[in-house]
């Protein structure tokens, strides 16, 4: 017998598989903070300190070919190239050599960013989700599963507003790879299939305008592609 809600529930926010019809149902979006050593310079931070988690809804996932509304409240956006992590299972402090075994597959992705309004609330010493957590704030391109691409160590990882190249690393500079960044989120809460982890982003963040054409590429991952539009009415 299903469910008699007394409002109809929200649709279920998803991302496409490549290579499928199918598509991946997201349940939770958790972001590593701080996890590029020359991102972490460039805004001014100790680089010594321990990356940190945060989270974006759901629905703010953005497909690839979408558009992202220009967000109010902001004057300064910036993009992030992220690689991303899709689980097909979880569970609470999962050792770091089981790690792999959570994972679904790989895509890559935008953590978007009211700079402005994220620097406001970390001076006020006030939560991140203003700055962070906005509408259509997490583009992400389709999944490659892990049983095709194996678990990336390395390969470029790039993005380019407006055909310009903007940011250019490697994903060999994470300070913290992939399994450690599961089993460390693993001890803060229980993970489990449909989450996706957004792993940190390269140095050349900077701030993007309504009309402007955003490119990423993980190498042996995926592209994504999308476009800033005018803010909603």
Sequence with gaps: ????????????????????????????????????I??????????????????KPADAVVPDGGTVPYPSLTKDMHH????????????????????NDCIYGY????????????????????????????????????????????????????LKVNGKLRQDGDLNQLIWNVPEIIAKL????????GDIIMTGTPAGVAATIAGDKIECEVEGIGKLSVTIGPPLK
């Excluded at 020359?38 to 989270?55: K, L, N, V």
């Excluded at 890559?108 to 309004?117: C, F, H, Q």
């Excluded at 693993?186 to 299939?193: F, G, K, Q, T, W």
């Design 80 to 99: 992030e190239v992220e690689l991303v992590v899709a689980l097909k299972s979880g569970g609470r402090s999962i050792p770091v050599a089981k790690a």
């Design 1 to 36: 017998m299903s469910a008699d809600y007394v409002i109809p529930p929200p649709p279920q926010p998803s991302l496409a598989v490549a290579g499928s019809s199918k598509l991946f149902p997201v349940r939770r979006i958790w972001c590593v903070g701080r996890n590029y």
């Design 107 to 158: 895509a890559v992705g935008i953590d978007l960013t009211r700079r402005d309004l994220q620097i406001a609330s970390r001076d006020l010493k006030r939560p991140w989700e203003v700055g962070k957590a906005f509408d259509s704030s997490a583009p992400c391109g389709p999944i490659k599963p892990a049983s095709e691409s194996g678990h990336p160590s390395k390969g470029k990882i790039t």
């Design 38 to 55: 020359e991102h972490i310079r460039e805004m001014g931070q100790d680089e010594r300190a321990p990356p940190f988690f945060f989270a």
């Design 186 to 193: 693993s001890d803060m809460v229980a993970l489990a299939a």
